[in-house]
């Protein structure tokens, strides 16, 4: 069956140090990739998406993602991080063109001033 | 353009009550979705529709959940009788027609049940 995992529950950075939050997805194909941010009592919002071609994904506020194929992963990184990014991200997989996703258990972000 | 409404924002209720949620997607978005987000998991899918008749519904608790998108447009879920477990937030979601895009989420409905 497919399965997400992001191994940290939680991470704590400094104010203006770099970020990585990892991702490893189980599925047989490559499938689309997306990560999104959760602030508290929000909904979703996408960071960023892919579905194919260059591996190297940028997103918004700043984010970017790497698809690795041969480690079946999908890391999120900020080479900067921002207070205002405090947050829960949440890595997804949909096995191809179906867009059901299945959700990691979630990283939550704490940013130190 | 508007995003995915969902109402209530936050319901209490007694176990085995019976419960009702509301989601509006965005415009002109045939597939829409329930997840059930446990406090500290990823959220899981319950039932994906498309238009008004049901795509996939493997993982919704029958015996309890139903959920019906009548005329293809707004979506509502009801649970009854509710238990303790299925204290959760709600999210709502739709996708629209064209390749490569992503879902958009509502803010979810919080609901506690005591």
């Known amino acids: 069956a497919q399965s997400v995992t992001q191994p940290d529950i939680h991470i704590t950075v400094s104010e203006g140090a770099s970020l990585e939050l990892r991702c490893n997805y189980s599925y047989g194909a490559t499938p689309y990739l997306f990560w999104y941010v959760q602030s508290p009592g929000q909904g979703l919002q996408l960071l960023l998406k892919y579905f194919s071609g260059d591996t190297l994904v940028q997103g918004i506020k700043g984010f970017e993602a790497e698809f690795k194929r041969s480690q079946s992963s999908f890391n999120l990184r900020k080479p900067s991080v921002h207070w205002s990014d405090a947050a829960e991200y949440f890595c997804?997989?949909?096995?191809?063109?179906?867009?059901?996703?299945?959700f990691g258990t979630g990283t939550r972000l704490k940013v130190l001033a | 353009e508007a995003g995915v409404a969902q109402s209530p924002r936050y319901k209490i209720i007694e176990k085995r009550q019976s419960v009702a949620f509301w989601c509006n997607p965005i415009?002109?978005?045939?597939?829409l979705y329930w997840y059930q987000q446990i406090l500290g998991q990823g959220p899981k899918l319950l039932i994906q529709f498309q238009n008004n008749g049901v795509v996939d519904d493997s993982q919704l608790p029958k015996d309890r959940f139903s959920a019906e998108r009548l005329k293809g447009v707004d979506s509502t879920l009801k649970i009854q009788p509710a238990k303790l477990e299925d204290s959760a937030v709600y999210l709502c979601a739709s996708l629209g027609r064209f390749m490569n895009t992503e879902a958009f989420f509502g803010q979810g409905t919080r609901l506690t049940v005591v």
């Open positions: 415009s002109g978005h045939a597939t």
């Open positions: 997804a997989v949909a096995p191809g063109g179906t867009y059901k996703y299945i």
